[in-house]
């Protein structure tokens, strides 16, 4: 009988501890900070992300083009590259576009310590606030290379992480053709686009965006901030 009880008992208790535990997983959920690829959604909104910016040539042709077909992207920029060109990023904030934290000098994250992550998205943020008086709220790191350190520190200095689902591979200095066939070939609703609008060599960005547009617009796509578009959850 008393071994009855005592089963009953830890059946009891076993089952409160379960109950228990999915209610603390539910509210305190244990896994990684999610990042961002693509946002799936019912309209047929996308987001074009440029990187690696801003820049005194490229960027300012990029806000042109944007404007003509009233379009809002998001900037991811390079914190040293603000610090060169502030100008150039605070007219992209002056226009309505959304600005991401790339890090400060472009540095590979992966194998950096939890102080040098962070001192990296410290930096990019303070030239951001001090230069141009915007706060980000979105992170990507450079190449889209994660760590653990990377994730904790995103998900601790309150950043959502921002990855990307459709690379145009611009970056590779491809002919217009390819970047724009490449973008119009594998497009798909809630897409996060990725473009540069820092290139060493000559950009064929600019050429490829400018008929991009008119082409993803024409298809009933929607290209939002990518803020926007994490609203469609
Ligand atoms: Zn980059």
Redesign the pocket.
């Known amino acids: 009988m008393a071994v009855q009880k005592s089963r009953g008992l830890s059946k009891l208790l076993s089952g409160v501890l379960c109950v228990s535990l999915t209610a603390f997983l539910i509210c305190f959920p244990t896994t990684a900070l999610e990042a961002y690829r693509s946002v799936e959604n019912d309209s047929m909104k996308i987001a074009i992300t440029f990187?690696?910016g801003p820049h005194p040539i490229l960027t300012p042709r990029i806000l042109n083009i944007l404007d003509r077909f009233h379009v809002s992207a998001t900037f991811f920029m390079v914190g040293v590259n603000i610090e060169n060109y502030p100008e150039t990023a605070r007219a992209v904030i002056d226009a309505g576009h959304e600005v991401g934290n790339?890090t400060y000098s472009?540095t590979h994250l992966e194998r950096l310590s939890r102080e040098d992550v962070e001192r990296e998205i410290w930096l990019c943020e303070d030239i951001l606030e001090e230069l141009c008086e915007y706060r980000p709220h979105l992170f990507r790191p450079?190449?889209g290379a994660m760590s653990t350190y990377v994730e904790n520190s995103s998900e601790e200095n309150d950043y959502t992480l921002i990855l990307w689902s459709l690379d145009t591979r611009d970056w590779e200095n491809k002919n217009t053709e390819q970047i724009v066939e490449t973008v119009l070939s594998k497009i798909h609703p809630g897409d996060i686009i990725l473009m540069h609008d820092y290139i060493g060599r000559h950009s064929k960005t600019p050429e490829a965006l400018e008929i991009l547009l008119p082409r993803l617009i024409e298809r009933g796509y929607e290209p939002v901030t990518v803020s926007e578009l994490l609203g469609e959850r």
């Open positions: 990187d690696d790339h472009h450079p190449e």
